[in-house]
């Protein structure tokens, strides 16, 4: 796996869910396996079943985010006026004003405006400056954008 970047928010949440997988969610994962248990017959139990189920893909998610962890690389801070992680823009295109925040990954929410470092977008603006004119390939072609202000 390759390293990628996220912001210290970011990886804060991830090491937050982590833990909650590894404390919490393993506790009540084994409470519903003993209440199965207390069933009966574990062959037709599909309480237990499920429950067993629940703590294998639980287990995988632990496995995946402590990995996960392992490779990041965590950024804090800004650019001098250069677009980066965490920068809030405002871009115009054409008669449309946009404003956009740069996240990491697990951050991203295009509809409210925080897109991806590693989105096609979130890439095209990396490193430009207010005032910059920036292209992106979109499914819909060619856009351009402004770079009105950085903050």
Known sequence: MSEQIISREGYQKLVDELEMLSTERRREIADRIEK???????????????????????????????????????????????????????????????????????????VNGFISNESPIGQAFLGHFAGDKVKVNTPKGEVEYEIVSIA
Not at 72 to 87: F, I, P
Not at 104 to 109: I, K, P, Q, Y
Request: aromatic share 6%.
């Open 36 to 110: 199965a248990k207390e069933l009966g017959d574990l062959s037709e139990n599909a309480e237990y079943s499920e429950a067993k189920e629940a703590q294998a893909f639980n287990e995988g998610k632990i496995i995946e985010l402590a990995s996960l962890l392992k490779n990041l690389v965590v950024v804090d801070g800004q650019t001098k006026g250069k677009v980066g992680m965490g920068s809030k823009l405002t871009v115009k295109n054409g008669l449309i004003t946009k404003e956009f925040t740069i996240v990491s990954f697990n951050e991203a929410d295009p």
